[in-house]
């Protein structure tokens, strides 16, 4: 009677792992890649916050609320959020000229940050859009690769 007690047990603890494991269909794997879409989302954010503190706070502060009428704002920026190819292209090549962010108008150059590399942009993109009440998700390398090689000189 043991034995038997013994085998139910591992059976059903065998049938629980499989199940809860996800074995090999297609909801398992979904499961596999949105895990690993959520890591990579935390791996940009922590490299990004580095990138943005060296890069970026001094005008935009750490907060991400700008300097008065100086430099615009990154929290909540429609600006920002509204063309995240040409936000990649900003943080990689500067600006020049007036921008209106929020219904505010902006006119003070940012320097070209040429030497950052696509997924130094994509790392400082993908925090600056997911922090301060922004929400944008992970913005991939392979995304920001393309949108560097088509920006506006």
Request: overall charge neutral.
């Amino acid at each position: 009677m043991k034995n038997i007690s013994t085998v139910i047990s591992v059976f059903f603890g065998v049938l629980l792992l499989t199940s809860a494991c996800g074995g090999n269909n297609q909801s398992g794997n979904q499961k596999e890649s949105s895990n690993a879409d959520n890591i990579k989302l935390k791996q940009y954010i922590v490299q990004g916050q580095r990138l943005y503190t060296t890069y970026c706070v001094a005008c935009h502060q750490k907060d991400g609320s700008g300097l008065a009428q100086l430099y615009p704002p990154l929290a909540k920026a429609d600006y920002l959020l509204a063309d995240q190819s040409r936000a990649a292209c900003i943080i990689k090549n500067g600006i020049q000229g007036e921008i209106i962010v929020n219904g505010i108008s902006y006119n003070q150059v940012m320097n070209a940050n040429s030497n950052l590399t696509p997924l130094e942009v994509a790392e400082i993109l993908t925090y600056i859009s997911n922090s301060w009440g922004n929400d944008a998700g992970l913005i991939n390398v392979k995304e920001v690769s393309k949108w560097l090689n088509n920006c506006d000189s």
